[in-house]
């Protein structure tokens, strides 16, 4: 909806006389804007249904930037010394157990390889723009100009609305219109829309001022301190951070034609990253392993596949609404199954779609810790994957909780010391092979949507397994209690595509969450684990809870 709007609001676009066309008699425009200035600007992320807002000084030596109405502030200076690589201080804000909104300063010196220059948001001005008409945005009578070009599997289509300035005796954008398209793939890649108004020549020097800050020294990486402040459309800087990404996770791409491709998605995720983390919502993504990745890709991290009628738990929920209100009112507050020895280490389902044999095996373990007196055996994510297929699953090309279920309940599910190690592959079934293994009586569906009768079944029955669409945001989580809007990660049943384990329940700052379990490895999230919020059922998390018994 939010992106029906804004696409409403910019087409209305009234064409009236504005500054001359450049014509044959004509001097070349010099598009090129002032060095110092001081504007405000609103960036629409239309492909992300996102708007960020700014304010910018910037002189020759100096830059501050102000995100999220102020909230955030990037302040760039060069240091006193000779050989000055420049000094970035980083104000935030944060709220503790005994503060709310304490103001955080962090400082991060500048290198030679890695300098901390002024930030300029303006558009770039050295692609071969040509202008087109008179127009008028906003009021302003401005020159509409319009460049298009192809790099690195990418074809751009920019438009730029500017006028001269006789305060600045130069020319100063008043809008910029960013289409990027994947030519590889035949997919709009990102949509961007910049303005910028309330342009002021002279400005106190005061506001680069820190010294009102107890700034510390920043613990961040140089990659995420990179990706936070500086433009996401300087090759160069592109360039740095890419590089800086490659080296961090062992990157290696088979050609050049790969290596542009990664780069590009890599390039989108800097946009996405950077702007989520600025609006300070609560969560922060991150550049993690996935930030290279292709939609079809991230489609192999997941891999549950829904049947058109699920299945029910053939064992009915026990707590009627009546019973889970009563029970709801003695809950602790808060609740972890990793602390009652109910769950086992974080696995990698890597690029096989398991995640549905990796959430099931998961809630077995933590039933049969609940009935051996806490001993945890790990179970066999490669017999799921190798033998449910006569119930629906498909090996790596996916599968459904129920699925596994009647499998298990038929055939039991053996250790995974004993059948084998995680293959990541498809294999040939070995059960019959087995000297030992797990049954269950069968699954139980809890009332969908209820965020208390899953409370209540965690604590009495849990880990349980539950479905989640697993969005883009999603895979680039990093910390914090994770709530995001639907358009990004829409709740309806149709949608989930990834199955995961809750694990317990938690408050932070007041926002109380789910400990989730997922099946991505130890560098993903919170080692492994998310804190996703419980409210308003996130990425569809509270729709299909289930528990097993044993």
């Known amino acids: ?254 050609n050049e034609k790969e290596h542009s491709i990664r780069k590009r998605i890599f390039q989108k995720n800097i946009r996405l990253v950077a702007a989520r983390n600025r609006q300070n919502l609560g969560y922060k993504l991150s550049l993690n392993h996935f930030a290279d990745r292709t939609p079809e890709e991230m489609r192999k991290h997941t891999g549950l596949v829904r049947r058109q009628a699920r299945k029910p738990g053939n064992i009915p929920f026990p707590y009627d609404e009546a019973k889970v209100k009563s029970m709801s009112d003695s809950l602790p507050d808060e609740y972890d199954a990793r602390l009652m020895g109910l769950v086992t280490y974080i696995k990698n389902q890597e690029d096989c779609g398991s995640c549905w044999t990796f959430a099931t095996t998961a809630v077995i373990e933590g039933a049969i810790a609940r009935n051996n007196g806490g001993k945890l055996v790990s179970l066999s994510n490669q017999a799921l994957i190798d033998c449910a297929w006569g119930y629906g699953a498909a090996g790596c090309n996916g599968g459904s909780d129920d699925a596994a279920y009647e499998w298990i309940r038929d055939y039991g599910l053996p250790t995974e010391e004993e059948y084998g190690q995680y293959a990541n592959r498809d294999g040939f079934c070995k059960i019959d092979n087995m000297t030992r293994t797990y049954t269950i009586k069968g699954f139980t569906d809890i009332t969908p949507n209820s965020i208390n009768a899953i409370k209540v079944a965690l604590v009495n029955h849990g880990p349980i397994t539950t479905s989640v669409h697993a969005s883009n945001e999603f895979s680039l989580y990093a910390g914090g209690v994770f709530y995001t809007s639907e358009a990004d990660c829409p709740k309806s049943t149709n949608m989930l595509n990834h199955e995961v384990v809750i694990v317990g329940y938690g408050e932070e700052n007041g926002d109380e969450f789910w400990i989730v379990k997922n099946s991505w490895g130890p560098t993903w999230g919170i080692d492994g684990y998310m804190h996703i919020a419980a409210r308003d059922n996130v990425c569809g998390i509270e729709t299909e809870p289930t528990y097993v018994i044993v």
């Open 1 to 254: 909806m939010l992106v029906t709007k804004l696409l409403f609001l910019f087409s209305i676009v009234v064409v009236a006389p504005g500054r001359r066309l450049k014509d044959d008699k004509d001097e070349d425009v010099d598009l090129s804007w002032p060095e110092e200035y001081h504007c405000e600007a609103r960036r629409m992320y239309l492909s992300a249904n996102l708007i960020e807002n700014f304010k910018i000084w910037r002189t020759e030596k100096k830059s501050r930037v102000d995100y999220n109405d102020g909230a955030v502030k990037s302040i760039i200076v060069p240091t006193k010394s000779r050989r000055s690589h420049g000094m970035r201080y980083y104000i935030f804000p944060k709220t503790t157990n005994y503060e709310e909104n304490e103001m955080a300063c962090e400082k991060t010196k500048g290198s030679r390889g890695e300098p901390e220059e002024p930030v300029d948001l303006l558009p770039n001005t050295f692609e071969n723009y040509v202008a087109v008409e008179n127009d008028t945005i906003f009021g302003v009578p401005v020159t509409k100009f319009f460049a298009e070009k192809e790099e690195d599997g990418s074809k751009y289509k920019l438009t730029l609305w500017a006028k001269f300035d006789s305060d600045f005796d130069s020319w100063i954008p008043i809008k910029y219109d960013e289409e990027v398209y994947n030519s590889w793939f035949g997919y709009l890649d990102h949509h961007d829309i910049w303005e910028f108004y309330n342009y002021e020549k002279d400005f106190a020097d005061d506001v680069f001022d820190v010294s009102s800050y107890d700034c510390v020294e920043s613990g961040k990486t140089s990659l995420e301190n990179e990706i936070s402040f500086k433009h996401p459309n300087k090759n160069d800087h592109i360039d740095r951070v890419f590089n800086a990404y490659k080296e961090k996770h062992n990157k290696v791409y088979s």
